[in-house]
């Protein structure tokens, strides 16, 4: 059935713009066949044979780049999160739903657990925001 008569034909035309970007001249002068699966109906850990015709050529991005900006905004992320986790997790402590009859209950496990993942992910943020920062000034 062509495109335009029933049905979306979304579908093909997706494909065909995926074939497409595979398809573009390797620049290079080389050309190698990715063992991946190219669709996502293959099933997992199955690698399917490069189709003839098909170049999936590989570039090395030279590392991420982050800007001045952008560093900024994940070191403040990270001091964010360590002005607010602590005062929070204090203040969970000293809630009398944390505890009953002097054992912690399961609000105040959840509550640990979340601000513990926060504070190690906000030091995460913080530190590559950092790196960022300082790499942009440099001009890296």
């Known amino acids: ?8 034909g979304q579908g093909q035309r997706g494909e065909h713009r995926h ?7 390797d620049t290079s002068g080389s050309c190698t066949h990715s063992p991946q699966p190219r669709s996502s ?26 800007t001045r900006g ?3 905004a994940l070191l403040l ?18 809630s009398e739903n944390s ?5 912690p209950t399961g609000f105040l496990w959840v509550h640990l657990a979340i601000g ?8 995460a943020i913080g530190v590559l925001g950092w790196r960022g920062y300082r ?3 440099r001009g890296d």
């Open 41 to 66: 109906t293959a099933a997992v850990g199955s690698a399917e044979r490069p189709r003839p015709g098909v170049c999936v050529t590989t570039h090395d991005t030279g590392g991420v780049r982050i």
């Open 70 to 72: 952008t560093g900024l």
């Open 135 to 137: 790499a942009a000034g």
């Open 116 to 123: 513990a993942v926060s504070l190690v992910l906000g030091t």
């Open 1 to 8: 059935m062509p495109e335009g008569e029933g049905g979306t």
């Open 77 to 94: 992320f990270g001091v964010w999160s360590w002005l607010l986790w602590p005062t929070f997790l204090t203040n969970i402590l000293r």
């Open 19 to 25: 074939q497409a970007r595979e398809n573009r001249e």
């Open 99 to 103: 505890w009953s009859g002097g054992s």
